[in-house]
């Protein structure tokens, strides 16, 4: 059968899911990261809307779109947030 992983960052969550990657940057802005995570069994983080730069994110619904993180797990994610969060999260 053919499957779907289902939202804009699908293919994020497939090569994550499938050991391609170690984890993916991904816009959330309905479901995105969110669905296809769940999909695939791995973690997806959305954090507050501005915590990662959208600096270079072309924009769908500017008071939306979200960047967000893919990851095989929570402390994986965590690591990932641990260096892309802006300046003003880490204080």
Known sequence: PILSCGG????SA???SHGSSLFSIG???GGSIRL???YTSIVGFKPTY????RYGV???ASSLDTVGILAPSVEC??????HVRTEEERQ
């Open 36 to 38: 296809p995570a769940s």
């Open 27 to 29: 816009t959330d802005t």
């Open 50 to 53: 501005g915590s990662i730069s």
């Open 14 to 16: 497939a090569s994550v």
């Open 77 to 82: 994610a965590d690591l990932v947030w641990q």
């Open 58 to 60: 072309i924009s769908y």
């Open 8 to 11: 804009s960052s699908s293919g």
